[in-house]
């Protein structure tokens, strides 16, 4: 049989934990997105994929984000 003392303690951790996860969550969804127009140097924007492309770069949940080079 568990310990009081020991159920108590591991209740405190686990809520800590579950504060703490909380917290992170709350700050990580609430960061604004940034929102700029994407380049890049392989898309001229005359190609038929290239409009899939930069909705797909503009979007907020980053499905496409290329390379820092462009």
Known sequence: MQN???????????WGMALLIGLVLAVEL????????ATFTDVQG????????????????EIIKGYPDG
Request: zero cysteines; a positive charge.
């Open 4 to 14: 009081r003392g020991d159920k108590k303690r591991f209740l405190r951790v686990w």
């Open 30 to 37: 609430s960061a604004a997105p940034v929102s700029a127009q």
């Open 46 to 61: 005359k190609e038929w994929f290239a409009a899939d492309v930069m909705a797909l770069a503009a979007n907020s949940n």
